[in-house]
């Protein structure tokens, strides 16, 4: 799995961005995989911010981002939606998408088996 992340730029408090993450090595998104997404802010921790399971579509967020952000997946583009929206300041960050073909749990505690994407630069003007 090789993930490619794209969607980010400016906007403005209040707006709307969406990232895609889309797949684009040989290898297969099996149905245990969990595809999610991390950001980094600057001077701060990488953290969580939401995951889907490839399977049965089972969705995880962070509190600070409930209601705010939705992840969805296109299985016949082998490609991952954040659809962020009502975007705040504090969520500016670069954001990092990543797989993790044992699931979720896996995806956030054992973050250096995941397989990466590159980042993509979220920044939010207020």
């Known amino acids: 799995v090789q993930l490619q992340a794209s969607g980010g730029g400016l906007v403005q408090a209040g707006g709307s961005l969406r990232l895609s993450c889309a797949n684009s090595?040989?290898?297969?998104?099996?149905?245990?995989?969990?595809i999610g997404w991390f950001r980094q802010a600057p001077g701060k921790d990488r953290e969580f911010v939401t995951a889907?399971?490839?399977?049965?579509?089972?969705?995880k967020y962070a509190d600070s981002v409930k209601d705010r952000f939705t992840i969805s997946r296109d299985n016949a583009k082998n490609t991952v939606y954040l659809q962020m929206n009502s975007l705040k300041p504090e969520d500016t960050a670069v954001y990092y998408c990543?797989?993790?073909?044992?699931?979720?749990?896996?995806?956030?505690?054992?973050?250096?088996?995941?397989?990466w994407g590159q980042g993509t630069l979220v920044t939010v003007s207020s």
């Open positions: 090595g040989p290898g297969r998104i099996y149905s245990t995989h969990a």
């Open positions: 990543a797989a993790n073909k044992y699931g979720t749990t896996y995806l956030i505690s054992t973050v250096d088996t995941n397989a």
């Open positions: 889907i399971t490839w399977g049965s579509g089972t969705t």
